[in-house]
């Protein structure tokens, strides 16, 4: 099966052709460029350059959160455009678990995949690192790094650190006092290679998608989107305060 993954969920982009496991290209950028601009010249020129055409591609993956918001977007709609054409099958994985796959075969115990979310909380997932892949342990979710690392299983079984929420996560481990390993910057951040592997598994567990049903996962509201609601919360409480004081 021929795969070709995307991630964009963070600052850098990468471009992966997948036979199976066997990584055949992949391409990682780190520029500061726009996902707009970088993701699908990337794409084209990876296929071109293995002399694969969009013909001969199985499946497209894409890292569909958590992450940044405008990353996702551009990276979810980028698999759409490419799966359009052939109506190609298409899956959607989780980023943190795309991460923790970076680790398996070379580690073992529990991986803490971590993306910052700001506002001193981390995107998160705990994962037990095996031969065949990383066996999740936590949800995908959106944490305090106090809530995370005040769990006595956590602070016990935490091995390894990953992502860019990786520094944050070891800092305030070792203030804790405890062991934690801080990944090399070559393996701690998203590659599209941990993309396509997530992928592989759900597309031999039958559960690809439509390039049209493909839908971000962002676990909590953009900052635009609270601040809509903290106005619409305030202007509600304005209007029942008006009507109180009219009864009176």
Same mark, same amino acid.
Request: aromatic share 6%.
């Given at each position: 099966?021929?795969?070709?993954?995307?991630?964009?969920?963070?600052?850098?982009?990468?471009?992966?052709?997948?036979?199976?496991?066997?990584?055949?290209?992949?391409?990682?950028?780190?520029?500061?460029? =726009?996902?707009?601009? =970088?993701?699908?010249?990337?794409?084209?020129?990876?296929? $071109?350059?293995?002399?694969?055409?969009?013909?001969?591609?199985?499946?497209?993956?894409?890292?569909?959160?958590?992450?940044?918001?405008?990353?996702?977007?551009? #990276?979810?709609? =980028?698999?759409?455009?490419?799966?359009?054409?052939?109506?190609?099958?298409?899956?959607?994985?989780?980023?943190?678990?795309?991460?923790?796959?970076?680790?398996?075969?070379?580690?073992? #115990?529990?991986?803490?995949?971590?993306?910052?979310?700001?506002?001193?909380?981390?995107?998160?997932?705990?994962?037990?690192?095996?031969?065949?892949?990383?066996?999740?342990?936590?949800?995908? $979710?959106?944490?305090?790094?106090?809530?995370?690392?005040?769990?006595?299983?956590?602070?016990?079984?935490?091995?390894?650190?990953?992502?860019?929420?990786?520094?944050?996560?070891?800092?305030?481990?070792?203030?804790?006092?405890?062991?934690?390993?801080?990944?090399?910057?070559?393996?701690?951040?998203?590659?599209?290679?941990?993309?396509?592997?997530?992928?592989?598994?759900?597309?031999?567990?039958?559960? =690809?998608?439509?390039?049209?049903?493909?839908?971000?996962?962002?676990?909590?509201?953009?900052?635009?989107?609270?601040?809509?609601?903290?106005?619409?919360?305030?202007?509600?409480?304005?209007?029942?305060?008006?009507?109180?004081?009219?009864?009176?």
């Amino acid at each position: 099966m021929n795969i070709l993954a995307i991630e964009s969920s963070a600052k850098a982009a990468s471009v992966a052709l997948c036979r199976d496991e066997f990584l055949v290209a992949e391409s990682y950028q780190n520029s500061g460029l =726009t996902h707009s601009s =970088t993701l699908m010249p990337m794409c084209e020129a990876l296929l $071109r350059n293995c002399g694969v055409a969009l013909e001969d591609v199985d499946l497209i993956a894409v890292a569909n959160g958590p992450g940044s918001f405008t990353g996702l977007r551009i #990276g979810i709609a =980028t698999a759409k455009g490419v799966a359009w054409p052939g109506e190609l099958p298409c899956a959607g994985v989780s980023t943190l678990e795309a991460m923790a796959w970076n680790l398996c075969g070379l580690a073992e #115990g529990v991986v803490c995949c971590a993306m910052d979310a700001r506002r001193n909380q981390v995107y998160n997932a705990l994962f037990q690192l095996t031969e065949n892949g990383p066996l999740r342990l936590t949800e995908d $979710r959106a944490i305090a790094l106090e809530q995370l690392f005040g769990d006595e299983e956590a602070r016990k079984n935490i091995r390894f650190v990953v992502g860019d929420g990786a520094q944050m996560c070891y800092d305030y481990g070792k203030e804790l006092g405890l062991d934690l390993r801080l990944v090399p910057q070559n393996l701690r951040y998203q590659h599209a290679y941990g993309v396509a592997r997530c992928a592989l598994e759900q597309a031999r567990a039958g559960k =690809t998608v439509s390039g049209g049903a493909l839908a971000a996962n962002y676990l909590r509201l953009s900052q635009a989107e609270r601040e809509r609601l903290a106005k619409e919360s305030a202007k509600k409480r304005e209007t029942q305060n008006h009507a109180t004081e009219r009864e009176k």
